[in-house]
């Protein structure tokens, strides 16, 4: 395929999930000469209706790929040349991870390294970003930050697979000089997430007056970052990082798992009245292996490529509120058969509180 109209072709994996859906509206509103290819299979968290507002633009593609299929991923890369690719495809859900870890290996080790080795039989110079989260590095105790070279800890398949991905691309880096960066993130939330993860899943539930399950004592503690600040931090960094480096990106705002959940419920009792919502918290048997806490130091994206968060965290809070409000939709849409099943597995075994 030629594309003279564009100056280069980025594939975006599993862009019609929640980072990745975000992403995209991003870089096809902000880049116009760059022509983005959504590579996803569309699991259960893939969701075409997050691209509705991009679906039509002339920088934009849709691929149904499964990136471990390496026949799949071959044609891909023969049909449109890429230059570069920034990679989220992934399972995500932790505890989906410890109901069964085996997809997770498929996708994230198996699925990181069929691209991978797509990118070195090319035998073209295209950038790869790998996106990343903190879960790598474990569990922090009560003070210190994760930094670039904090040592890898995972404590769950999920975090465990992803780790063994950050590994191949660094070793592919080094040993076939891929042209790599790699972006460690903590928690995210915002628009498009599926409501397994704790801030939609309280939204929903406070919402529909159903219980709000937290795990242990909830005084587990994440640095929760707002989706849109993290989609400008993969722009720069996929853009302008330094070949074979890592960045970290956190915003410095760790909260607890109770914490964030009274947040959410106080803005729902603002808007809603009734309440108080915080009241459908039930504390619930905790998760296997939960890590304490994650916090991050990016001092070196902050200084190196200059970005620093732009939304506070109150704001971020009531916007992500505000968006859910407006999107019962979406939101409804969400909870499919398949989601009650996972639900009711996952909650089942700590049913006694609920
Ligand atoms: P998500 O679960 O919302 O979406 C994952 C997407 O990947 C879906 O669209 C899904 O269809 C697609 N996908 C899954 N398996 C695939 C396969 N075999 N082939 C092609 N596509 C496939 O995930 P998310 O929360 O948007 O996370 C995106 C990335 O960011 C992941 O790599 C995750 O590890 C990383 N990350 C997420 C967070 C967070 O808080 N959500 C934090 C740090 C890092
Ligand atoms: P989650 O959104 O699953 O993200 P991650 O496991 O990647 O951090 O969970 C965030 C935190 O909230 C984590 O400490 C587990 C906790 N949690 C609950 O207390 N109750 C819930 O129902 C869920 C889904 C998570």
New binding site residues.
Partial sequence: MSKPRFSSTIAVTGGAGFIGSNLLTYLVDHHHDRQFVNLDTLTYAGNLANLKSIEDRPNYRFVKLDIADSGAVEAAFDRFQFDGIIHLAAET???RSILGPHPFIRTNVAGTLTLLEAVRQSGRRIRFHHVS?D?VFGSLGPTGLFREDSPYRPSSPYAASKASADHLVRAYHQTFGLDCVITNCS?NFGPYQFP????P?TIRNAVAGET????GD?L?V?DWLYVADHCRALDLVFREGVTGSTYLIGADNEVT?REIIQRVCRELDRRLGGGPREKLMRTVAD?PG??RRYAMDSAKIRQELGWAPSVSFDDAIAATVDWYLTHADWLDACVTGEYRKYYELNYSNRQQAL
């Fill in positions: 859900h932790v505890d989260t879960e928690n397994e993860k704790l801030v899943l709000i399950p937290v795990y909830g587990q994440r798992n998760r939960h890590d």
